[in-house]
């Protein structure tokens, strides 16, 4: 009778073959594959939601510079075309209040008749934000924004530009504009919720 063969009744001998060296690396490279491939995905995804968000920023800063370049080449000629055009651009108190805030600009423009060019210096989207008078210890208050129900996010954009404005009988006059717009994403149009002269 011949004898049992004794790896197949002994069951240390089954585990040894299942451990093997060649399993053990197969399932060490098999990890290290899921989790290179876990690691550049998510690489990956970041890249592409920091160049949604540039590319969002991009749309702001161009919003912005776009509404302040109206605003700083109005002239006699053109300042109610101008004037709807900006108003057009505005959402929020902005647009509610916008003949009071704009009324400084439209008296200077029709009392001065002046013929005004303007040129955007710069532009940046404001992410600190530094408040000289807050009580030590308290964070400054957060701009004001619009309503989630009207606008996804606003971003707060910086604008310096110069004008230089020509009256009949006078020598130039060069104006530096210091601005911070609240710029919002309604609908996906960014249009202009907050106007503020810097100093």
């Known amino acids: 009778m ?3 063969d ?7 001998a089954t585990r040894a073959n299942v451990f093997s060296g060649y399993g053990i690396a197969s399932a060490v490279l098999a990890v290290v594959g899921v989790l290179a491939i876990a690691l550049g995905a998510l690489i990956w995804s970041n890249h592409r939601d920091a ?31 101008s004037l709807q055009k900006l108003q057009d651009g505005t959402v929020g108190d902005l ?10 600009y ?4 029709k009392t001065l008749q002046a013929r005004t060019t303007g040129q955007i210096e710069s532009v940046s989207v404001e992410t600190v934000h530094h408040d000289l008078d807050t009580v030590a210890g308290q964070r400054p208050p957060a701009p004001a924004t619009l309503p989630a129900a009207l606008a ?11 004008s230089v404005s020509e009256n009949a009988g006078s020598k130039p006059t060069t104006v530096r504009w210091n601005l911070r717009l609240g710029v919002s994403d309604v609908d996906g149009t960014l249009m202009i919720s907050r106007l503020e002269s810097l100093r």
């Not at 004794?6 to 240390?12: G, I, N």
């Open 6 to 12: 004794q790896t197949r009744s002994d069951p240390s």
């Open 51 to 81: 160049a949604h968000e540039r590319d969002y920023q991009s749309r702001v800063l161009a919003a912005a510079a776009e509404w302040t370049g109206v605003l700083i080449n109005m002239n006699v000629d053109n300042v109610d075309a």
């Open 106 to 109: 439209r008296e200077v423009v």
């Open 2 to 4: 011949p004898e049992p």
């Open 95 to 104: 647009n509610s209040d916008f003949d009071a805030s704009i009324k400084p």
């Open 152 to 162: 996804e996010r606003t971003d707060t954009v910086l604008v310096v530009a110069t």
